[in-house]
């Protein structure tokens, strides 16, 4: 049976990234906090505001631009897939949790924007912005690129 495991987010960073680097291969690693608001209407007919904190890795050239340019409640768009970690914790019991591995990243909004870091493109350039993507074999270069107009599901 063939499977799909796909997760596409947008929203703000519920903290300041903090960069780290795996030791031997030395590439870096940022994990950041994502809040994702979603907006309903209840049985009563009022509108509800939903708010979901989802945790997401990024790799590689990724995760250095995540670093240098979000900051805590920063815009951005996330492509990437689910991952289920599972370990023990102290007192002995099985424990897990599902993140998101992040493999493409749109910088939103513009200069100024959130804390004071510039976002958008990744050399603070005024043009079009652009999209940092690392490679799911690699994980080290980031290049733009734009999706194809039929790939929009609405």
Not at 19 to 45: C, F, H, P, Q, T
Not at 54 to 62: K, Q
Not at 72 to 93: A, C, H, M, Y
């Amino acid at each position: 049976m063939a499977s799909y495991n796909r997760v596409i987010l947008l929203g703000n960073v519920t903290r300041d990234i903090e960069l780290r680097w795996v030791a031997g291969g030395g590439m870096a690693v940022a994990d950041i906090g994502l809040a994702v608001n979603d907006r309903r209407k209840n049985s009563a007919g009022e509108w509800i505001d939903e708010t979901t904190f989802v945790d997401v890795t990024l790799w590689g050239r990724t995760a250095e631009v995540a670093s240098e340019y979000l900051s805590k409640g920063s815009p951005v768009f996330i492509e990437g897939r689910l991952k289920l970690d599972t370990w023990e914790g102290n007192d002995g019991q099985k424990r897990s949790k599902l993140r998101v591995v992040g493999e493409r990243m749109q910088l939103l909004g513009g200069k100024g924007s959130g804390s004071g870091k510039p976002s958008g493109a990744a050399r603070g350039s005024g043009g079009p912005q652009k999209q940092n993507e690392a490679p799911a074999d690699d994980g080290m270069d980031a290049g733009p690129m734009e999706p194809p107009a039929d790939d929009i599901p609405f």
